[in-house]
């Protein structure tokens, strides 16, 4: 039996990365279905959960392997799926069921190109809005953005935590640059890594609601097999589960699905600032485009000018409070994507007319270099 944390330094790609996250934070159960570029994810878990007392099951599409992910973790074991965009079309549906039944999952999407089948090999940021809006209905969703190696694996475990903490699906959006990319990871000791874990009913089984919140709005769950017979529906349902509806049950729920996450975002979101203290021009960027923000950052401070860099690593909820913070001494900033403007809307949303908002983007598969990325911003606030 291996072990399911292989603690120290290695030189390794971020799917693979991903993966040992995931494993490092108890995940035991993977479905899954080939597709570029999150396939390297599935032929890790393939390999390492049986090893260490986990199952793996390659399905038959990317609708059934979501599916099992939601029955997977009803039945108490962490779980998780990786795919690319087509395939969280695919999934959508069951992702709304999995907010409905309030279930805790995670689903990494390695972005590519698209529309459609698109650039299956080539980079993009273009699945954003589909993991805010993906299925329809009012809901909240959490999504996580790597910037490394490094990160893949970091926010895989955190984004199994929040989704344990928070019963919701929590994304990992990578984009094909971070993916597929090697560097260097460290893999703490397992004692040092942080675990949430779900909350569990302490009431007798007689007594319990399973979908009673408590103060925090996450109502406890107990899993099939403990004793605690209750009705999971994607229907509008009442605290004890069962099909309700009328005007009351859906303005009990909905709105407690929505503020679980809105009214603990402070909890949820995260950011970095790089040089924004005394910035004039606020550079917005995230997951590997934010690499080569970074480096134009440097070399332009270098040159004397006041740029800096604000990274989302959450992206849903967005990080509102920390922009608004790095744009404070602002007089322009400028968004700069992986695909024809999506994250910019709420960028704009946050700065409210107060500085021009500019957009730099790109569709091609690949980053800007940072000599492109300032003579962009060069052009478009002069």
Not at 232 to 240: F, I, K, N, W
Request: net charge negative.
């Amino acid at each position: 039996m291996q072990k399911a944390v292989l603690t120290g330094e290695r030189f390794t790609q971020g799917d693979i990365a991903a993966a040992e996250g995931a494993l490092a934070a108890g995940c035991r159960f993977f479905a899954g279905y080939p597709i570029t570029p999150a396939t390297e994810i599935a032929e890790r878990m393939a390999y390492r959960l049986p090893r260490i007392g986990g199952r793996y099951i390659q399905m038959e599409d990317e609708i059934a392997s979501c599916t099992a992910v939601v029955g997977a973790s009803y039945a108490g074991v962490k779980s998780m799926t990786a795919t690319s965009g087509p395939g969280v079309s695919l999934m959508n549906e069951t992702i709304g069921l999995a907010v409905m039944t309030e279930t805790p999952m995670v689903l990494v999407n390695v972005m590519r190109g698209g529309p459609s089948t698109g650039q299956p090999t080539e980079a993009s940021q273009s699945d954003i809005m589909q993991a805010k809006w993906g299925s329809h209905g009012d809901y909240e969703i959490i999504a996580l953005i790597p910037s490394s190696v490094q990160e893949m694996f970091d926010l895989t475990i955190q984004a199994f935590n929040l989704s344990e903490r928070f019963r919701v699906p929590a994304f990992v959006l990578a984009d094909e640059i971070i993916g597929h990319m090697r560097e260097r990871l460290v893999i703490p000791p397992e004692d040092e890594i942080e675990i949430v874990n779900r909350k569990k009913p302490t009431v007798p089984p007689e007594e319990y609601l399973p979908f009673k919140a408590e103060e925090d709005l996450v109502p406890p769950m107990a899993t099939f097999g403990e004793g605690y017979h209750f009705y999971a529906t994607g229907l509008t349902h009442d605290e004890r589960g069962y099909p309700v509806m009328d005007e009351e049950a859906q303005l009990a729920l909905v709105p407690r699905l929505c503020d679980k996450i809105r009214k603990n975002a402070d909890k949820i979101t995260r950011a970095e600032n790089t040089e924004t203290e005394d910035a004039e021009i606020l550079l917005v960027a995230y997951g590997g485009e934010a690499r080569t923000a970074l480096r134009a950052v440097k070399d332009a401070r270098a040159n004397g000018i006041k740029i800096g860099l604000f990274r989302p690593i959450s992206v849903w909820p967005f990080p509102k409070e920390q922009l608004k913070e790095a744009a404070a001494n602002a007089q322009h900033v400028v968004v700069a994507e992986l695909n024809y403007g999506q994250l910019v809307g709420e960028v704009e949303r946050v700065i409210r007319n107060e500085v021009p908002v500019h957009l730099i983007p790109r569709v091609c598969g690949t980053p800007h270099t940072p000599d492109e990325l300032m003579k962009e911003i060069r052009r478009r606030i002069n």
